[in-house]
């Protein structure tokens, strides 16, 4: 790094000192904070950003976003060259970046990463980082600060996406890398195109069947719902009614987050909403849930990310058994395209039951999006989803280039045959859904194009499989990491001795299903318990929680 090069990377970093008593950790969201503490993290994830970018020679996207946070919260992640989240190995990096306490600190991190990982600076291309932020008051400032850092190595430059999704930006980078066009427009053309594919190929069947045309959407007072409302007359034969969208306050009472945890409509829906089709997206519209009010009443019955899975996996599956032909009790299973299911510890163990009747494979991985994106990248179509509604679908590239030949292949031989359209659907599901990171809107789309192909309600698609009663608990601890984990964090190995006990527990209980974690974030060990009932749920869930403070002797939050 040269001498006019630090200079100005010291200039710019004195404009951004880090509050007092401030610790910043980059984690699967990236660094959340109250917006008013973030403006120096902002500043030095744009240098890391645009370091990233000189590194890997490719476009690389910094998003500024809570997600479902309070409105008075903000963020900021980046997304990598794939367009899916920065990889783990720079992580460590952030941190130390974002608590450099003095500019000449940050400089010395600097010079010392850079030699480490032999990163060229002098004579490297032009770099780019595409920048994009959610609706929050606090994002434009925060934008500025972006800028900063991003500009403070000479040579990169910041293109301001404006106002989008964090989808749209992950959805963007991977395009730009792709040397498609990235622009707002561009994604919506191809996922509307590919939804109205998924619709033409749609088997014809008894009228009597079809699914109601309508669905109301809570948009959590956020982009997602803006920008939905904006693309209602591009919809065909579906009938959007968008609410929360932008008239209240950023995910209060409202949004995925709250229908998930609370089970109850969000704001602005109630009594008169009864059994109709609705779905909530959170406030940066990464993450979807379905749900139908009950009668009489503000409570729900919640259709979550498991349920997504179910379908996507269910058709999916299916597509590629008309594809291999004619079933001869062989057919699927010969076919060479892997399909797997990829979820966590706290999907629904009715869910995970439901998926392996199907015949597919379900693996399980640690808690976060990074290690479920991982492992269902493995796969020919891999399929993720947590039940908090963040998920989607990958299709490997090498199974991408054998169905665009084989469609070909269809298109002069076999026009208009189950096995043709059966390709141009898995295409058409490859486009809409985004493969860089979970996304609200593609999913919708996805969901909305699948009921209509199989002519069901909510209603029957809520009747996959009745989840298992749950319970979720914490234990506040002075040390979270005396919890050690494994088996995806369903089996303690330490403290020695508690995982026996949590299992004697569990023996107790019909369909019992129970294991502790340490939070990601906070100083608590997380417990989840399932059973047959609620009250055994319960009841299984507070006896753990005894036997994580008998063995780690602290009280409860």
């Known amino acids: 790094m040269n001498q006019e090069q630090q200079s100005a990377l010291l200039r710019s970093a004195s404009r951004f000192p880090i509050p007092t008593g401030a610790k910043f950790s980059y984690g699967t969201s990236g660094f959340r904070a109250d917006a008013s503490l973030l403006e120096s993290t902002v500043f030095r994830v744009g240098i890391l950003a645009a370091l990233r970018s000189i590194q890997t020679r490719s476009v690389i996207g910094l998003m500024i976003t809570a997600s479902h946070n309070q409105v008075s919260d903000n963020g900021v992640k980046l997304a990598d060259p794939s367009g899916g989240m920065l990889t783990q190995s720079w992580e460590p990096f952030a941190d130390a970046l974002a608590n450099a306490l003095h500019p000449h600190s940050l400089l010395q991190l600097l010079v010392d990463f850079i030699k480490k990982e032999n990163i060229v600076l002098e004579g490297a291309p032009v770099s780019e980082v595409l920048l994009g932020r959610d609706t929050r008051p606090s994002g434009e400032t925060l934008l500025e600060a972006a800028k900063q850092g991003i500009t403070s190595f000479m040579g990169t430059t910041a293109s301001n996406m404006g106002i989008v999704t964090t989808p749209q930006l992950h959805w963007m980078v991977r395009a730009k890398n792709k040397g498609i066009e990235a622009t707002e427009l561009n994604y919506y053309d191809q996922m509307l195109t590919s939804f109205r594919c998924l619709l033409d190929y749609i088997p014809q069947r008894d009228s009597t069947q079809n699914v109601s045309d309508k669905l109301v959407v809570d948009g959590a007072d956020g982009v997602g719902g803006e920008k939905l409302e904006n693309l209602k007359t591009r919809l065909g034969y579906l009938t959007v009614d968008v609410r929360n969208c932008g008239g209240g306050v950023l995910n209060e009472g409202?949004?995925?987050?709250?229908?998930?945890?609370?089970?109850?409509?969000?704001?602005?829906f109630g009594p008169a909403d009864a059994g109709m089709r609705c779905a909530s997206l959170d406030g940066d519209a990464d993450r979807l849930v379905y749900f139908y009010v009950i009668s009489n009443s503000n409570k729900i019955d919640l259709v979550d990310g498991d349920k997504i899975l179910s379908l996507f996996a269910l058709f999916l599956k299916e597509q590629l058994c008309i594809l291999n032909g004619p079933n001869d009790g062989k057919a699927c299973n010969s076919y060479k395209a892997s399909l797997g299911v990829v979820q966590t510890a706290y999907a629904n163990g009715a869910s995970t039951d439901y998926l392996k009747q199907m015949g597919l494979e379900v693996v399980m991985t640690p808690t976060g999006v990074k290690y479920l994106h991982e492992k269902a990248a493995e796969y020919d179509i891999?399929?993720?989803?947590?039940?908090?509604?963040?998920?989607?679908?990958?299709?490997?590239d090498a199974f991408l280039s054998w169905l665009e030949i084989k469609n070909q292949e269809l298109t002069s031989t076999s026009q208009d045959s189950d096995q043709h359209k059966a390709a141009l659907r898995l295409l058409a599901v490859s486009r809409l859904i985004n493969q860089a990171v979970g996304d609200a809107l593609s999913g919708l789309f996805l969901v909305e194009a699948i009921l209509k192909h199989m002519r069901w309600s909510i209603h029957k698609w809520n009747e996959l499989y009745q989840d298992l009663p749950s319970r979720q608990l914490k234990v506040k601890v002075v040390d979270r990491t005396a919890v050690i984990t494994e088996k995806a964090e369903t089996k303690v190995v330490s403290p020695a001795g508690i995982q026996e006990a949590i299992d004697a527990e569990t023996d107790k209980y019909p369909k019992g299903r129970c294991f502790i974690r340490p939070s990601g974030t906070e100083d608590v060990v997380r417990v989840y318990a399932e059973?047959?009932?609620q009250e055994g749920a319960d009841h299984l869930a507070n006896s753990v929680v005894r036997l994580v403070e008998q063995y780690l002797g602290f009280g409860r939050s």
């Open 254 to 268: 409202v949004g995925a987050d709250y229908v998930q945890k609370e089970k109850m409509a969000p704001r602005n």
């Open 531 to 533: 059973a047959s009932s």
């Open 382 to 396: 891999g399929i993720y989803f947590e039940a908090n509604g963040h998920g989607t679908v990958l299709f490997s």
